[in-house]
T-cell receptor, first 113, second 111 residues
Framework: GAVVSQHPSRVICKSGTSVKIECRSL??????MFWYRQFPKQSLMLMAT?????????EQGVEKDKFLINHASLTLSTLTVTSAHPEDSSFYIC?????????FGSGTRLTVV | GEDVEQSLFLSVREGDSSVINCTYT??????LYWYKQEPGAGLQLLTY?????DMKQDQRLTVLLNKKDKHLSLRIADTQTGDSAIYFC???????????FGKGTTLSVSS
């Protein structure tokens, strides 16, 4: 079946630094990748939709300059949290749509100290 | 906008059936999904149903869809302790668009 590999699974960074999260579709081409953020004991909130080769579409309230999304190829999408602050600490999950439906990465736990 | 609602908690005994309910507001919802999330992990697709179906059964899982009332349920037969997790209901109105998730139902199974 379809697999999306997301890494790192956990990252701790200092406040003010940037962190890059990668999502790769291993056995299919992901034309569209979705990025979600999940706060503890809460639902997944859609942050942005990225299409290969074009700019990402961000949801209302999500700062595009802070959460940089790049989808340069059909198998790779990245989310960079720039100048991270403790309030950016969260669980980030990517998802790709394909013929099988939606395949999710295993998530990245970001902790900003 | 679209909204998906779920009850937040459900507690059952091992061996009993669990029924997790979900309501949605988007009448154009075409695809409805159930996902399972264990602590610290990503999402695992359990099952899905198309809006032109009323029921779908897959081993211990039964999904019922009442499109008129916009109500979806997931029944887990013979619930086991390993079923303890958060269950998310999600919908999309067309293939390839982002899923809208409910807040998740925490299922606690006691032995």
């Amino acid at each position: 079946g379809a697999v999306v590999s997301q890494h790192p699974s956990r990252v701790i960074c200092k406040s003010g630094t940037s962190v890059k999260i990668e999502c790769r579709s291993l056995d299919f081409q992901a034309t569209t990748m979705f990025w979600y953020r999940q706060f503890p004991k809460q639902s997944l909130m859609l942050m942005a939709t990225s299409n290969e080769g074009s700019k990402a579409t961000y949801e209302q309230g999500v700062e595009k300059d802070k959460f940089l999304i790049n989808h340069a190829s059909l198998t790779l999408s990245t989310l960079t949290v720039t100048s991270a602050h403790p309030e950016d600490s969260s669980f980030y999950i990517c998802s790709a749509s394909n013929d099988y439906g939606y395949t999710f990465g295993s998530g990245t736990r970001l902790t900003v100290v | 906008g679209e909204d998906v609602e779920q009850s937040l908690f459900l507690s059952v005994r091992e061996g009993d059936s669990s029924v997790i309910n979900c309501t949605y507001t988007d009448s154009s919802s075409t695809y409805l999904y159930w996902y399972k999330q264990e602590p610290g992990a990503g999402l695992q697709l359990l099952t899905y149903i198309f809006s032109n179906m009323d029921m779908k059964q897959d081993q211990r899982l039964t999904v019922l869809l009442n499109k008129k009332d916009k109500h979806l349920s997931l029944r887990i037969a013979d619930t086991q302790t390993g079923d303890s997790a958060i269950y998310f209901c999600a919908e999309s109105d067309q293939a390839g668009t982002a899923l809208i998730f409910g807040k998740g139902t925490t299922l606690s199974v006691s032995s």
